[in-house]
């Protein structure tokens, strides 16, 4: 498809068990951000990989949090051990990354939802 | 630490008013700045940008300004419209490609 596609759209799952989330992010773009946004509050960031560089894995909350990129494509994030605060919208986007001023475009997200 | 942030959660304004939405940030690398708007249940889509080396960027209704000298940044929306209502989301984004974003303005545009 032409945008960043995010599957499933929609997940819930018990509290202590694992989740993976996937984005199929904008063919050619670089570069593939994973935000969050808690009900009510704004976008987290969570973990940037930029090519073939180490992601900037700053923003993931704890060591439960995982992401990987392979080929340089499709990205998964892990949440092992899911807990209640995990309940949010996992937002991933992709860019061009480089020098060039274009924006980062958004799937429609991954709503989690931990009971 | 929030680089870049918007004090003002939400905004109401009469439609064929201005809304003007506020945003702040404290790096002085970023050298792109954009605004996003978000409907319930969606992603948040692309709305206008400005390059660091400009002060206004225009695109039909939609007008953002740069203040390079007090790190702010502004979406004025004249006039506004219902379909307007939305959250937006002011972004930077440093020399690292590595994009910042707000905590979001709810705008709510009453007919």
């Known amino acids: 498809g032409a945008g960043v596609s995010q599957s499933p759209s929609n997940k819930v799952t018990e509290k202590g068990k694992d989740v993976e989330l996937r984005c199929d992010p904008i063919s050619g773009h670089t570069a593939l951000y994973w935000y969050r946004q808690s009900l009510g509050q704004g976008l987290e960031f969570l973990i940037y990989?930029?090519?073939?560089?180490?992601?900037?894995k700053s923003g993931l909350p704890s060591d439960r949090f995982s992401a990987e990129r392979t080929g340089g494509s499709v990205s998964t994030l892990t949440i092992q051990r899911t807990q209640q605060e995990d309940s949010a919208v996992y937002l991933c986007?992709?860019?061009f990354g480089g020098g060039l001023n274009t924006e980062a475009f958004f799937g429609q997200g991954t709503r989690l939802t931990v009971v | 630490d929030q680089q870049v942030k918007q004090n003002s959660p939400s905004l109401s304004v009469q439609e064929g008013r201005i809304s003007i939405l506020n945003c702040d940030y404290t790096n002085s690398m970023f050298d792109y700045f954009l605004w996003y708007k978000k409907y319930p249940a969606e992603g948040p889509t692309f709305l206008i940008s400005?390059?660091?080396?400009?002060d206004k960027n225009e695109d039909g209704r939609f007008t953002v300004f740069l203040n390079k000298s007090a790190k702010h940044l502004s979406l004025h929306i004249v006039p506004s419209q219902p379909g307007d209502s939305a959250v937006y989301f002011c972004?930077?984004?440093?020399?690292?490609?590595?994009?910042?974003f707000g905590t979001g303005t709810s705008l709510t545009v009453i007919p």
């Open positions: 986007a992709s860019s």
């Open positions: 972004a930077a984004r440093n020399t690292g490609n590595q994009f910042y």
């Open positions: 400005i390059s660091s080396i400009k």
């Open positions: 990989f930029q090519g073939n560089s180490a992601p900037d």
